[in-house]
Nanobody, 122 residues
Framework: QVQLVESGGGLVQAGGSLRLSCAAS????????MGWFRQAPGKERELVAA??????YYADSVKGRFAISRDNAKNTVCLQLNSLKPEDTAVYYC?????????????????WGQGTQVTVSS
């Protein structure tokens, strides 16, 4: 069992930065691939970034602007959001899955956080 709690969302102007954090409970955290998804109003949920054993995935829309990292000793995964755009506005969710491939294939993640709102003003 893994419980995920996100933090770090907020309101920022276009071009600004935010850092999202996801704290995980449970001894099996390191065995999971971790991902950040987002969902904007009226849009489908999309995978933004994911990280597992030496592999990292980014959606084309965030490449070069966002950076994902994890600390297995602290059971945390972070998402650094730079050069934010109004179209990055969404609720961001942390998720745990067996692999990056399962997330990119659209398989439902095993565990989800409650989400944190990111709003980028123009």
């Amino acid at each position: 069992q893994v419980q995920l709690v996100e933090s770090g969302g907020g309101l920022v102007q276009a071009g600004g930065s935010l850092r999202l954090s996801c704290a995980a409970s449970g001894r099996t955290f390191s065995s999971y691939a971790m991902g950040w998804f987002r969902q904007a109003p009226g849009k489908e949920r999309e995978l933004v970034a994911a990280i597992s054993w030496g592999k990292i995935y980014y959606a084309d829309s965030v490449k070069g602007r966002f950076a994902i990292s994890r600390d297995n000793a602290k059971n945390t995964v972070c998402l650094q959001l730079n050069s934010l755009k109004p179209e990055d506005t969404a609720v961001y969710y942390c998720a745990a899955s067996p692999s990056i491939a399962t997330m990119t294939d659209g398989v439902e993640a095993d565990y989800w956080g409650q989400g944190t709102q990111v709003t980028v003003s123009s």
